[in-house]
């Protein structure tokens, strides 16, 4: 499912992405809290360089946003 990001400041693009991706990634089940240790391993690659890219966005991005 795509989501979209609103603009927060003028002149910043919308963001989109796939819900759920870094959940699919880390084969963990919806509705559940991907672990710290998950994380860490996808921010290190473990996962591969998608599940990277996701944790990135995770981390930069989606903190703070509901």
Do not use: D
């Not at 819900?19 to 809290?33: F, M």
């Not at 672990?35 to 990277?52: D, V």
């Amino acid at each position: 499912m795509k989501v979209k990001l609103k603009k927060t400041k003028p002149g910043q693009k919308t963001i989109t992405f796939n819900k759920g991706g870094l959940h699919e990634s880390t084969n963990t089940p919806q509705g559940q809290p991907i672990p710290a240790s998950k994380k860490e391993a996808a921010l290190a690659g473990a996962y591969g360089s998608k599940a990277k890219k996701q944790a990135l966005f995770a981390k930069n991005v989606l903190v703070g946003r509901g």
